[in-house]
């Protein structure tokens, strides 16, 4: 496609997503709750079709030499599937987040003042791999009332365009306009740099993917953006600990799977607990391959563990988000210490605090300045689904109007509202 014909094409997608805004945000409740409860049935009769269309995708990945973290996001299997259709069974549930008024106060003049929730309009959604972002993306757009434009990565052009069919019948389906949820069928990168730069169709973009992707969409936006960087989370073992919990965790944290954003990629240890808890955590890593990258205590404590992949960690370790089978790990004097490292080289995403001492537990939470702060809990849960949003549209390390995983709430903003009944201004 040439230059003209890309701005034409991404103009014609907005102007049509912002008509369907206008009405998606006056639709009533029921009809966008029977979209996504539609969505969910469409997405189960067209299982072999999706699973044609990305073993297609895998397959054209493959051959292509595709990196391991990316090529694992972009495999759409069927607890992938079945995740999202249970997004959309569940934000079906959830109260509509549209025309709550909240905090209506009566001033002296009369007037009663608050607020209403309303959508936010159009976002465009721009993601890699993870071909299952097009249902979460589209059903939080229909369930919040907004529309939205998806442009997915090349890698997963089919998966998306299955997906994205079946998100244009649910919605014929429940009487809502298709051009609510559109897709970028183009796998020009110009395409990306028009998404990002109509300020008079798109109120904000979206983008999840890898660090180039953010960094170009927030360098050449003229729009909002939510976005968050690296995914470095760290977790950090007190001084006092139930240690059966610690292990267990951590190994979850760092094991589950690696390719997420919100796996732990760096392990923090109190030192009156590296002697007793270090070997045992280093068999576990060391019998799933776990490459472990630490200090001159770390490797003190892991010289006898069997089959250890050890490393001496440097500076740039402990700010890396690995999305492999690799940790770094440091060992602490004090809370403060760890507290303060944290801060340092952390994302700002996810952070956990594995302890028995409340007052440690609480002080952690207070001063570690993350979107999530967690405390006995495994950084993985550091999602919308598992935070009982239905879905997330992605995760935000900002601090201005959303943070942490984006969720029906992100996708709106609230205005302010007066009540009268004939006041006027003396």
């Not at 977790?235 to 944290?253: C, F, G, K, S």
């Not at 250890?308 to 602490?332: C, F, H, M, N, Q």
């Not at 700002?348 to 440690?360: K, M, R, S, V």
Request: aromatic residues 4%.
């Amino acid at each position: 496609m040439t230059t003209s014909d890309i701005v034409a094409t991404l103009d014609a997608l907005g102007a049509a997503a912002r008509g369907a805004a206008a009405r998606m945000a006056a639709s009533p409740r029921a009809k966008r709750d029977a979209a996504l409860r539609a969505l969910a049935a469409r997405l189960r009769e067209a299982g072999p079709e999706l699973e044609t269309a990305n073993a297609q995708d895998l397959r054209a990945a493959a051959d292509k030499g595709l990196a391991g973290p990316l090529f694992d996001r972009l495999r759409l299997d069927a607890h992938a599937l079945d995740t999202v259709i249970q997004g959309c069974l569940q934000l079906a549930e959830m109260p509509d987040p549209i025309g709550e008024i909240t905090g209506v106060t009566q001033r002296p003049s009369g007037i009663r003042v608050g607020r209403m929730r309303v959508p936010l309009g159009v976002f465009g959604m721009i993601y890699e791999s993870r071909p299952n972002v097009t249902i979460e993306a589209a059903s939080l757009a229909i369930k919040s009332g907004n529309a939205c434009i998806l442009r997915g990565g090349s890698e997963a052009i089919r998966s998306n365009v299955a997906l994205w069919r079946c998100v244009q019948r649910a919605l014929a389906d429940a009487g809502l306009p298709e051009t609510a949820v559109q897709l970028v069928e183009t796998t020009d990168r110009a395409a990306v740099g028009r998404l990002v730069a109509m300020p008079e169709f798109v109120d904000v973009i979206i983008p999840r993917g890898g660090k180039g992707l953010i960094e170009r969409v927030a360098r050449e936006a003229r729009v909002p953006v939510i976005k968050h960087l690296d995914g470095n989370c760290h977790t950090y073992v007190d001084e006092r600990v139930d240690l059966e919990l610690a292990v267990r965790v951590v190994d979850n944290a760092k094991t589950q799977k690696y390719s997420p954003c919100n796996a732990t990629e760096s392990l923090v240890v109190h030192a009156a607990q590296a002697g007793a808890f270090l070997p045992r955590i280093g068999a576990v890593f060391a019998a799933k391959g776990v490459e472990m990258r630490g200090d001159t205590r770390v490797l003190a404590a892991l010289k006898d563990v069997a089959g250890a992949k050890l490393v001496a960690a440097t500076d740039s370790d402990w700010g890396e988000e690995y999305l492999a089978p690799i940790v770094s790990i440091r060992v602490v004097d004090s809370l403060d210490e760890a507290i303060a490292h944290i801060n340092r080289h952390g994302s700002h995403h996810t952070d956990a605090i594995l302890t028995t001492d409340h007052p440690n537990a609480m002080r952690f939470l207070r001063e570690v300045d993350s979107a999530s702060v967690m405390v006995n809990a495994s950084t993985r849960f550091a999602d919308g689904f598992e935070y009982g949003l239905g879905a997330e549209i992605g995760i935000s390390t900002d601090k201005f109007h959303a943070r942490g995983p984006v969720g029906l709430e992100g996708l709106t903003s609230q205005k302010w509202i007066v009540l009268g009944e004939g006041e006027i201004r003396e």
